[in-house]
């Protein structure tokens, strides 16, 4: 069965300072591996994915993911938070390009 | 850019009563779905739907809701005899033939009094 847990419902950092937000999943083949943003009172926005080839995938505004299968994790990064990044981050696994398990989502806070 | 768009952006029922969300996908897309999200909690999966009929649903979509793509480009979600735990955002979704990849509606937050 495929499921993603995200630790950290909250995480808080400064302005400038680095992001990691954690993701780790279960499946039972190679996935596909998404992180999504959601931005106050708007919905769903692609950030990154993996599915095939480098492991080191780059997404917009800065934010990088690795999938790491020894570890089933799909962290997320960004060196040098801003103002903007403020946002509900959500982390996604699919075994079939058909359907799409989330987790529980992390509530990133930047301090100013 | 193409974007899925979702109307309405927010709606306030009575318990008891039907609401329609609607949805109007990518051109190119072929699969859509339907997802939730209630307050503070995890993103959930409702339906697929795949020409024209249901590919897939999860125990929440029981005979409360139905979907629908009446004119070939809306898709809509009914929800008959709301209750007060179906106040939530609900998201359309929509991917292309061979994608693996889907994209997602604004939303459409319902709040049932």
């Known amino acids: 069965a495929q499921s993603v847990t995200q630790l950290g419902s909250h995480v808080s950092v400064s302005e400038g300072a680095l992001v990691l937000l954690r993701c780790n999943y279960s499946?039972?083949?190679?996935?596909?591996l998404f992180w999504y943003v959601q931005y106050p009172n708007q919905g769903l926005q692609l950030l990154l994915k993996?599915?095939?080839?480098?492991?080191l995938v780059k997404g917009i505004n800065g934010f990088e993911a690795e999938f790491k299968k020894s570890e089933t994790s799909f962290h997320l990064t960004k060196p040098s938070a801003h103002m903007s990044d403020a946002a509900e981050y959500f982390c996604?696994?699919?075994?079939?390009?058909?359907?799409?398990?989330f987790g529980t989502g992390t509530s990133l806070t930047v301090i100013p | 850019e193409p974007e899925v768009t979702q109307t309405p952006s927010h709606q306030v029922t009575q318990m008891g009563q039907e609401v329609i969300l609607r949805c109007v996908p990518i051109?190119?897309?072929?699969?859509f779905y339907w997802y939730r999200q209630i307050l503070g909690q995890k993103v959930e999966f409702l339906v697929s739907?795949?020409?024209?009929?249901?590919?897939?649903k999860s125990e929440i979509f029981d005979d409360q809701f139905s979907v629908e793509r009446p004119d070939g480009s809306n898709f809509t979600l009914k929800i008959r005899s709301t209750k007060l735990e179906d106040s939530a955002m609900y998201f359309c979704?929509?991917?292309?033939?061979?994608?693996?990849?889907?994209?997602f509606g604004e939303g459409s937050w319902l709040t049932v009094v």
């Open positions: 739907f795949y020409n024209n009929e249901i590919s897939e």
């Open positions: 996604a696994v699919s075994e079939d390009g058909n359907q799409f398990y």
């Open positions: 499946s039972s083949v190679p996935p596909y």
């Open positions: 979704a929509g991917r292309e033939s061979g994608g693996n990849t889907i994209y």
């Open positions: 993996y599915t095939t080839g480098a492991t």
């Open positions: 051109s190119n897309h072929l699969y």
